[in-house]
């Protein structure tokens, strides 16, 4: 995949993203729709946790690899776009409760997307990150760490959407 096509990817992914978090209003932005489910200002700030740290990753030690850098895309799809799959957020990107201020969580999103962008256009996707293997599915390229955030923001603007739907 070209460089210049994945940032076209992240922008039409964050674009989705921000106008799902924009839906909702002061009044319903922190407001769970149920018992053991996240608000809108939960979600934001697990993506934000999740994201911000996505560039160090990227930016840490990496070695060339003969394996074709999107080998992971499958499995990967397999576990963050399985709607009927839930999970644990570990503990260090699970959110507090809140309440989370609107503006500030989604110009805290553009920031980190804006970050990821730069780096997707300017990095060799195709290097293998070695300081940080992704639990249970070993070590992604940089590319396979840029697909892991698309999926895993389209696995939660969907659930943004629920939500709204939901309250």
């Not at 070695?63 to 839930?86: G, M, W």
Request: aromatic share 8%.
């Amino acid at each position: 995949m070209e460089n210049d096509t994945l940032v076209q990817l992240i922008q039409k992914n964050t674009d989705a993203y921000i106008a799902a978090l924009s839906s909702f209003d002061a009044q319903t932005f922190n407001k769970a729709p149920g018992p053991k489910i996240w608000t809108a200002g939960q979600l934001a700030e697990h993506l934000h946790l999740s994201e911000s740290g996505i560039p160090n990753v990227l930016e840490d030690t990496v070695e060339h690899t003969d394996r074709n850098p999107s080998k992971k895309f499958d499995a990967i799809d397999a576990v963050f776009l399985d709607y009927s799959q839930k999970f644990q957020a570990p503990k260090s990107i699970t959110p507090g409760n809140g309440p989370y201020e609107q503006q500030h969580m989604i110009d805290q999103a553009k920031a980190d997307r804006q970050r990821l962008m730069h780096l997707a256009r300017n990095l060799d996707l195709a290097k293998l990150c070695t300081s940080v293997p992704f639990p249970g599915m070993g070590e992604f390229t940089r590319l396979e760490w840029l697909h892991f955030m698309l999926s895993h923001a389209t696995r939660h603007t969907k659930q943004l959407k629920d939500i709204k739907a939901a309250i």
